[in-house]
């Protein structure tokens, strides 16, 4: 049978169904996580989360790799690790123009 990569397809929900089962609190920040909310739309909804960020190289499809996360938590680690990393525009104008 052949596998859809990334987050979609039987193997993703596989990996997801076993963090759901195997874990009880958020790797962020070690609360417990109520896995009756919404992860689409509640800010301590469940979700997986993946330590080594997917754009860094991560495999999405490791168990290793795969933690249950709050949805505000995982949102919050992503934001930071993406800002780390973005490049920010300077602005500078040449003396002689002015």
Same mark, same amino acid.
Not at 8 to 28: D, F, K, P, S
Not at 39 to 47: D, E, F, L, V
């Given at each position: 049978?052949?596998? !859809? /990569? ?9 990996? *997801? ?8 609190? %958020? ?7 109520? *896995? !009756?909310? #919404? ?9 997986? #989360? ?15 790799? %795969? =933690?249950?996360?709050?949805?505000? %938590?995982?949102?919050?680690? !992503?934001?930071?690790?993406?800002? /780390?990393?973005?490049? =920010? ?7 002689? !123009?002015?």
């Amino acid at each position: 049978m052949a596998y !859809s /990569k990334g987050r979609a397809g039987t193997a993703w929900w596989n990996v *997801q169904a076993r963090v759901y089962a195997e874990e009880t609190h %958020c790797w962020l920040c070690r609360r417990w996580v109520d *896995q !009756s909310l #919404d992860g689409q739309t509640h800010p301590m909804g469940r979700t997986v #989360d993946h330590v080594l960020e997917l754009w860094q190289g991560g495999d999405p499809l490791d168990r290793a790799n %795969c =933690r249950l996360a709050h949805r505000r %938590c995982n949102t919050a680690k !992503s934001n930071r690790a993406r800002a /780390k990393v973005k490049v =920010r525009p300077s602005h500078s104008i040449d003396a002689a !123009s002015l």
